[in-house]
């Protein structure tokens, strides 16, 4: 379940990224990063082989403060559909889709 407190803040990071707003950095584990200079946030997934379930999971982290905060959610609760969309958002950012797909028509 998405906490109450993050749900208008993954709204506006979704509206932020499709609007080209801010960049998503890739990690090496799959996952995308955005940063600030006072903070980072971490989105990512993972199944569970083992309980046939997927997650995705979000995490905040607070350099300044050291605050951490984050939470997942499964496959079967009602939010998954919103952070499989600010999951694709990030992934299309980290690889600069937007250009890329131009670049493909332009060659066609």
Do not use: C
Not at 29 to 39: D, G, P
Not at 58 to 83: C, P, Q, W
């Amino acid at each position: 379940m998405i906490p109450e407190v993050y749900k208008s803040f993954i709204q506006k990071i979704i509206e932020k990224t499709n609007d080209g707003e801010v960049k998503w950095e890739s990690t090496r584990n799959e996952a995308y990063v955005l940063r600030t200079s006072a903070a980072t946030i971490e989105v990512g997934q993972y199944i569970d082989h083992d309980a046939e379930v997927g997650y995705y999971y979000f995490k905040f982290f607070n350099i300044k403060t050291k605050n951490k905060a984050g939470f997942r959610v499964n496959h079967l609760e009602d939010e998954y559909s919103t952070m499989e969309r600010l999951f694709a958002v990030a992934a299309a950012s980290a690889a600069n889709i937007k250009d890329e797909l131009s670049s493909f028509l332009d060659d066609l």
